[in-house]
């Protein structure tokens, strides 16, 4: 199904074409094929070229560490990302080793996961990123150290037909995609005056 951008301006297909479907088919995510998200992230940009990010990774080959994933997410997540060919928690290394905060780490880490997921479009793979997930369950189910921050967990996986998904999802995964216009999020001169990009 083509959720394709209705865009202001043309923008890149690979953008526009991104979404985050809720419903997948069950097929695993091969391990070659991961590699070559994860080597999209590894070339993120970042501050001071540190690359805080850390990912957590369990196809749905390796079922059992797939279900230790899916264990820590929400209920409303669980039921519908159960069905993904694999499952990303990201984190970031949030302070240094003698415990200096680094503000720019969660920043550096959705730099990076944005590039995961449009190497996955790319790949014709879809992703839908999850901030409800029970963090402290991550941080305790997989050793994640104190100095590392759980962000999201991130569904990855070939997409099925709407029709698939419980009545609540199958609404969401068919209404209209919406955006702010660029008035509301871009300004120029003083804070709320819409830049003028006519
Ligand atoms: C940080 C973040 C957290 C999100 N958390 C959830 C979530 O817990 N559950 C869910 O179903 N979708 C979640 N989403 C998906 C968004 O709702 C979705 O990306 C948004 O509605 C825009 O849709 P699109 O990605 O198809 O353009 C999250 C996305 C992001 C980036």
């Keep these: 199904m083509s959720r394709k951008a209705e865009t202001s301006t043309p923008i890149n297909d690979v ?3 991104r979404w985050s479907p809720r419903a997948y088919n069950g097929e ?4 070659a094929t991961l590699a070559k998200l ?12 540190r690359q805080p990010w850390r990912y957590l990774v369990a196809s749905r080959n390796e079922k059992a560490e797939f ?3 899916v264990a820590c997410l929400g209920e409303f997540n669980q039921v519908w990302a159960k069905n993904a060919g694999a499952l990303v928690i990201v984190t970031t290394l949030s302070s240094d080793e003698d ?3 680094k503000p720019m780490a969660k920043y550096n880490a959705g730099l990076a996961t944005a590039q995961l997921v449009l190497e996955a479009h790319a790949n014709g793979l879809h992703c839908r990123q999850m901030g409800g997930i029970n963090r402290d369950a991550i941080r305790a189910e997989f050793n994640v150290p104190e100095n590392a921050d759980v962000i999201v967990c991130i569904a990855i996986g070939y997409a099925a037909p709407a029709e698939t998904l ?3 999802n199958y609404e969401k995964e ?3 995609r919406v955006r702010k216009p660029l008035s509301e999020i871009v300004f120029s001169g003083d804070w709320g005056k819409a830049a003028d990009l006519s």
């Design 15 to 17: 953008l526009a074409n």
């Design 28 to 31: 695993a995510v091969d391990a």
């Design 38 to 49: 994860f080597e999209a992230a590894r070339w993120a940009a970042s501050g001071f070229n």
């Design 67 to 69: 279900d230790r994933i």
């Design 99 to 101: 415990g200096k905060p």
């Design 166 to 168: 419980s009545e609540r």
């Design 174 to 176: 068919i209404a209209p």
